[in-house]
Nanobody, 123 residues
Framework: QVQLQDSVPGLVKPSQTLSLTCTAS??????????WSWIRQPPGKGLEWMGA???????YYTPSLKSRASISRDTSKNQFTLQLSSVTPEDTAVYYC???????????????WGQGTQVTVSS
């Protein structure tokens, strides 16, 4: 069973780049047909799928964030990372990493989730 552990960035200033890393255990991020997603939930709002990196290394992004988001991986550490540039207070949210066995933009399709990390964008 795959377990996911988010990193903990906490507070980020506006215009800076947010960086989050998720470490997978119990399975390799290169295992065939697994997709590794980043999902967030702003206060008082629903879950938003942000993007994903596939077992192959291919990446996918939601159109609204494509210009600011970048997902990469370090296979030697079994980690994948989200970078979100030019953040604003509207990027304040709980950020989750998650895994799925298909390409999906629907958060609830993801079977395994990290515990979530609160990120606050404020000066």
């Amino acid at each position: 069973q795959v377990q996911l552990q988010d990193s903990v960035p906490g507070l980020v200033k506006p215009s800076q780049t947010l960086s989050l890393t998720c470490t997978a255990s119990g399975g390799s991020i290169t295992t065939n047909y697994y997709y590794w997603s980043w999902i967030r939930q702003p206060p008082g709002k629903g879950l938003e799928w942000m993007g994903a990196i596939a077992y192959s290394g291919s990446t996918y992004y939601t159109p609204s964030l494509k210009s600011r988001a970048s997902i990469s991986r370090d296979t030697s550490k079994n980690q994948f990372t989200l970078q979100l540039s030019s953040v604003t207070p509207e990027d304040t949210a709980v950020y989750y990493c998650a895994s799925s066995l298909e390409v999906t933009t629907i958060p609830m399709v993801c079977g395994h989730w990290g515990q979530g990390t609160q990120v606050t964008v404020s000066s």
